[in-house]
């Protein structure tokens, strides 16, 4: 199988629509479940439902969250490994 070229500036795990709602729109959505929930004027099943939908989105959130640190990292290692290798050329 040939891997598959990379757009420009696109990191490795940016996530696909197919994967959910982008980051903002998952909490833009969370705080609208949370604005009705709390004005009351859902019934007891339709809260629930709106509740289940907000944990969704949440976890959603949380992966965005876990691999946009987990691609800090990748990044400042990187950079980290370039510096090293600088101070290593400057040294000879």
């Known amino acids: 199988m040939l891997p598959v070229a990379r ?3 696109q990191p490795e795990s940016a996530p696909s629509e197919a ?3 982008a980051f903002e729109q998952a909490l833009a959505e ?3 479940i949370i604005q009705r ?5 859902l019934g007891l099943e339709q809260q629930i439902a709106e509740y289940e939908r907000g944990v969704r989105l949440l976890r959603r959130c949380r992966e965005v969250l876990t691999r946009a640190e987990q691609r800090v990292q990748e990044i400042d290692a990187e ?4 510096d090293d290798a600088k101070r290593g050329e400057a040294g000879t």
């Open 37 to 41: 929930i709390e004005e009351g004027q």
């Open 7 to 9: 757009q420009p500036n």
């Open 19 to 21: 994967d959910g709602p």
């Open 30 to 32: 969370v705080e609208s």
């Open 79 to 82: 950079l980290g490994r370039l």
